[in-house]
């Protein structure tokens, strides 16, 4: 039976278990949208392909799986590049597709609609994996091919591009054309010597970074450290590795290390260090002065993250999970530090870290508080680049893997509301939660509309002090007169209401725990609109 090529556009994508796509229509998906009228794929609509990519950005985070956003031609696509940078630092995998200009109209630039010189040279610096098919037969093993990308290997964003008479176009399907998840094992060998390394040490230490976030993984991860009596710490992208209450858990110790820290005597006092699924950068170690005992064992799925700050001593190209559950398997009962550490020291250092000081963040503490204590452990929470959330890393201990988001590695404005939309999509019976400062909720403020028309009970919280902090602070620490950064706000409450979403003010951490509270129960969503004081 011939198909054509929207229609195996479709089918392939169902075949990859698919089940959502975030898009804007337009006259070159018409083709796509004729064909999905026959399909069970839901689309859902963003107000801008921005939103779009941190949706499906935000549905991979929660689900696991991938998160697929379909643009037009030219400015769709050029819309959707910053949350598919983020996605590429953050290592998220979701997939792009793309329509482009008729074939025998490429790179012309003879005045047609949306025509761009090259889209593809556009888009591969930022994507894991970039393909333009040429005929409507290449359309199921290109995604299939894409679908390989996105299992296996580092995880990341790739893109798929087809010409609008290509689906048009007629072929017949063909079922084989389907990808296989295969997770790299360890090399057995570099497990042996992982359980001789730790076995000669005194104390072991664990960091977790975003490769080991995963609800398979997790319960290996907190096994593990029982068994080999190790800290465990979480970067910014591994908060949720394990439960941040584990008695093995110590947590994140910031948004950037300082040498005071006082996780500091944990690594000066341990030999050995297991880093897992962390690339132990620049902005994760403070350029390499994080103080990681001599021995390392450095596993991630990618071997160019092996760092060249630090030089391993066992260095495992690996699947976290894979690598984790194997050394149980050699480890459980027999190999170990000598000492290891014990829980109330642990306990002690995850108080110190909680209670520590620092006078960037100590006026938001009390906010992050409330926040925790009053969203279920299963809360997802989207973290917007706010004051706010710089404090987090430290003072939101997170609890299961998936339920946290922060922009880390591209470091963007304006991700958190549309990231928590993707994620409510993608476990409905979780509570979402955006969190905002009041300058970068205006980056993708438009997508409340998004939230009021599937009448999505997500919460978003605007933390309001008319300013882009961070970026003022920076100004004064270089004797720089402030400027560009104060802010005329709307009213976010009035704003709210007129998407018909519940919206409330507060001005104190004891109004917000409440007004979340009673919002967690609400089947609606709302907006929670906190006006900070000035700073002193």
């Known amino acids: 039976m011939l198909l054509t090529g929207a229609e195996l556009l479709v089918k392939a994508l169902e075949r990859h278990q698919v089940d959502l796509v975030f898009s804007i229509p337009g006259v070159h998906t018409l083709d ?65 597709i793309s329509t482009c200009l008729e074939r025998h109209d490429l790179g012309r630039m003879h005045g047609e609609l949306h025509a761009m ?25 290109a995604v299939a091919a894409a679908f390989d990308q996105l299992w296996n290997g580092r995880p990341r964003p790739v893109y798929l591009e087809v010409p609008l008479d290509v689906l048009r176009e007629q072929a017949p399907s063909c079922d084989q054309y389907t990808a296989r998840r295969q997770p790299r094992a360890p090399n057995p060998a570099d ?32 096994e593990l450290a029982s068994e080999i009596r190790a800290p465990v710490f979480m970067t910014v992208t591994g908060k949720g590795a394990i439960p941040e209450d584990h008695p093995f858990a110590v947590g994140s110790w910031g948004y950037r290390w300082t040498s005071d820290n ?72 027999n190999l170990r530090p000598s000492e290891g550490w014990d829980p109330e020291t642990i306990a002690k250092t995850r108080e110190s870290l909680r209670s520590f000081s620092q006078d960037t963040y100590d006026r938001y503490k009390s906010w992050v508080q409330a926040l925790r204590s009053a969203l279920p452990r ?57 969190i905002c400062g009041d300058g970068g909720i205006q980056f993708t403020i438009q997508e409340l509309g998004t ?15 008319h300013t882009h902090t961070a970026v003022k602070r920076a100004m004064l620490g270089r004797e720089v007169r402030p400027r560009d950064v104060d802010l005329i706000n709307p009213d ?18 004891e109004e917000l725990a409440q007004a979340l509270s009673r919002a967690i129960e609400r089947p609606t969503p709302t907006l929670v609109h906190v006006i900070l004081r000035d700073e002193p």
Not at 54 to 69: E, L, N, Q
Not at 117 to 141: C, G, H, N, T
Request: proline share 7%.
């Open 32 to 96: 796509i949208y004729a064909a999905l009228e026959r399909s069970s794929l839901r689309t859902i609509l963003p107000r801008h392909e921005q939103g779009a990519g941190y949706m499906a950005d935000g549905y991979a985070r929660a689900s696991g799986r991938v998160g697929v956003a379909l643009t037009i031609s030219g400015p769709g696509l050029t819309n959707i590049l910053t949350p598919v940078a983020q996605a590429f630092a953050d290592s998220v995998s979701i997939l792009v």
């Open 117 to 141: 010189p090259d889209q593809l040279a556009v888009i591969r610096p930022v994507v894991k994996w970039a393909y333009r098919v040429m005929s409507a037969s290449e359309i199921e093993p």
């Open 191 to 222: 497990v042996d010597r992982a359980a001789e390394l730790l076995a000669a040490a005194r104390r072991a230490v664990i960091l977790a970074g975003g490769g080991a976030v995963g609800e398979e993984v997790s319960p290996l991860l907190a």
């Open 262 to 333: 006082p996780a500091a005597d944990l690594f000066r006092s341990s030999d050995v260090v297991l880093a897992l699924g962390t690339g132990l950068g620049t902005r994760t170690t403070a350029g390499g002065t994080l103080p990681l005992p001599r021995t390392l064992i450095h596993v991630d799925i990618d071997p160019m993250e092996f760092s060249s700050s630090y030089c391993p001593t066992l260095a495992v190209a690996a699947d976290v999970g894979k690598f984790v559950a194997a050394l149980l398997e050699r480890i459980r009962g």
């Open 378 to 434: 299963e809360t997802f929470t989207a973290h917007d680049m706010t004051m706010v959330c710089y404090a987090g890393v430290r003072y939101f201990p997170v609890y299961l893997p998936r339920t946290y988001t922060f922009p880390r590695g591209f470091g963007t404005l304006g991700s958190a509301l549309p990231m928590a939309i993707g994620a409510k999509f993608a476990r409905p019976e979780r509570p979402a939660v955006a």
């Open 451 to 465: 939230v009021a028309q599937y009448r999505l009970p997500v919460i978003v919280v605007v933390f309001d002090d």
């Open 492 to 509: 976010f409450v009035a704003l709210a209401r007129a998407y018909e979403i519940e919206s409330v003010r507060v001005t104190e951490p």
